[in-house]
């Protein structure tokens, strides 16, 4: 009783189609250009056109802004982060769009070559395909003979499609799955546009840090440019600078780092510009070269009475005493230091006065600046880049897609010999997709050996 009411994919298809029949004319054009635009290559052009256009006017905005100063936009532009704005995001979405749209409108034409590849060869497709040739022999059993010889030098796969006393067809290819060629290069392109949205919503974030310093936790700025408390500390045991043989020019920076997380170290390894820490897809790597910072020490005094002392540069963060709010150095000046609090956007200038934030949680809690004094340093740099094995993996993918595409083509003949009153008929014909001198050159080859041995015959 269930069965009439399934809905087949003809039923769906006709519903679909009468649906679209009944929509006034203007509607169905709008809809027609729309599907026509998504799947055409002139969207392509556009879309590429315009990333390449925002990406030249980001590079080159300063000197543009030198020798066209009227132009107020362009400073405007030079600080607009499009690369994580909605409308790179848009142009992303219309990019797979456009994608997606030339892929499905090609399948069709590639599941009629597929499935048209073994059928005989009959009036109306030997008149449709681009080589055709056709000689008149006597002798039915010696065509034949050459015909398979010839054909099976040339293509791997040769079947006789259906052969009885007055007739043989005979179908013969290679090259069948080049056609994958189009949609691998397609589905590549479309894991390194993901791959490539996906690195934009990492980071890439410099930091300094001196010998036995503890950054806990490592905090870094996103790709939206706000801070993030990383779920792990950064520990730099050691730093040192070496020279390559005697000298003195050519050095090698080395930091060594440990990852510590829930009070024990999960990772220790030296890292340099070549060599990172990996943890949890995160990259560490050395950045620059060392030098000497300033460094605030900070004295916190409890409720309690209860001391403790912070050694912090720009960027560094604590924790006040028990009560788990962290507080991190935001700028340094000779007289004082400002401090921010992470949980609440309070800020505070400090200097050896002591002076009190004025959050409930840090009610007490008295924190004066000791002294400013200088360390040298080492600049680290945290990569996160969630794409990455995406993108790798679809430029080894491309290159296989591309060169099967360039490389590789799919190539058909057909073939009937029918006997007729005087002696017997030859029909030679091919297609494909690239190189068809080949086949053509193959037709004409076999054409020439049989009218030769025809001639030997009459002669």
């Known amino acids: 009783m269930l069965s009439k009411y399934i809905l087949t994919d003809t039923d769906l298809?006709?519903?679909?189609?009468?649906?679209?029949?009944?929509?006034?004319?203007p509607m169905k054009k709008l809809i027609k250009c729309i599907l026509n635009l998504s799947a055409s290559i002139n969207l392509t052009i556009i879309l590429l056109s315009v990333a390449t256009l925002i990406f030249i006017l980001q590079i080159a905005q300063d000197k543009l802004v030198f020798y066209f100063p009227s132009w107020q936009w362009l400073s405007a532009a030079g600080k607009f982060d499009f690369y994580h704005s909605r409308g790179f995001f848009v142009l992303f979405a219309l990019f797979c769009i456009n994608l997606i749209g030339c892929t499905l409108k090609r399948l069709p034409r590639t599941i009629d070559v597929l499935k048209s590849s073994s059928k005989e060869l009959d009036e109306a497709r030997r008149t449709s395909l681009p080589i055709c040739e056709t000689v008149a022999v006597s002798d039915y059993q010696a065509a034949r003979q050459t015909l398979l010889a010839m054909v099976a030098g040339y293509f791997k796969k040769t079947g006789i499609v259906r052969e009885d006393g007055d007739s043989l067809h005979l179908f013969?290819?290679?090259?069948?799955?080049?056609?994958?060629?189009?949609?691998?290069?397609?589905?590549?392109?479309?894991?390194l546009a993901l791959g490539t949205t996906l690195s934009a919503t990492g980071f890439q974030y410099s930091f300094e840090v001196t010998k036995n310093q503890l950054l806990d936790p490592l905090v870094v700025?996103?790709?939206g440019r706000q801070e993030k408390a990383l779920d792990f500390s950064l520990?730099?045991?050691?730093?040192?600078?070496?020279?390559?043989?005697?000298?003195?020019?050519?050095?090698?920076?080395?930091?060594?780092?440990?990852?510590?997380?829930?009070?024990?170290?999960?990772?220790?390894?030296?890292?340099?510009?070549?060599?990172?820490?990996?943890y949890n897809g995160i990259d560490i790597y050395q950045d620059r070269f060392s030098k000497t910072i300033p460094y605030a020490k900070i004295k916190?005094?409890?409720?309690?009475?209860?001391?403790?002392t912070h050694e912090l540069k720009l960027g560094d963060s604590f924790a006040a005493g028990a009560t788990g709010v962290r507080i991190r150095l935001?700028?340094?000046?000779?007289?004082?230091?400002?401090?921010?609090?992470?949980?609440?956007?309070?800020?505070?200038?400090?200097?050896?006065?002591?002076?009190?934030?004025?959050q409930a949680q840090l009610q007490g809690y008295q924190v004066s600046l000791i002294e400013i004094s200088q360390k040298e340093s080492t600049t680290l740099k945290a990569i996160y880049d969630p794409g990455k094995g995406l993108i790798w993996y679809s430029f080894i993918l491309m290159v296989a897609g591309f060169s099967i595409c360039f490389f590789c083509s799919h190539q058909r003949m057909w073939a009937r010999i029918e006997r007729t009153g005087s002696g017997c008929s030859v029909t030679l014909a091919g297609a494909a997709t690239k190189n068809a001198r080949e086949v053509s050159e193959l037709i004409m080859t076999i054409k020439n050996s049989m009218e030769y041995s025809q001639s030997r015959e009459q002669r």
Do not use: M
């Not at 397609?186 to 894991?191: N, Q």
């Open 300 to 308: 916190i005094i409890a409720p309690d009475n209860q001391q403790s």
């Open 235 to 278: 520990l730099c045991s050691d730093l040192k600078t070496t020279s390559y043989g005697e000298s003195s020019k050519l050095k090698k920076h080395q930091s060594t780092l440990s990852i510590i997380k829930n009070g024990a170290t999960v990772a220790t390894q030296e890292v340099d510009f070549a060599t990172p820490l990996h």
């Open 13 to 25: 298809k006709t519903a679909l189609l009468s649906g679209f029949a009944i929509l006034p004319a």
């Open 172 to 191: 013969a290819e290679k090259g069948r799955y080049s056609h994958a060629g189009f949609y691998l290069a397609h589905l590549c392109l479309l894991l």
């Open 330 to 358: 935001t700028r340094l000046r000779p007289d004082g230091v400002q401090l921010k609090t992470l949980t609440l956007p309070e800020t505070l200038w400090v200097a050896q006065n002591p002076v009190q934030f004025h």
């Open 221 to 223: 700025r996103d790709a």
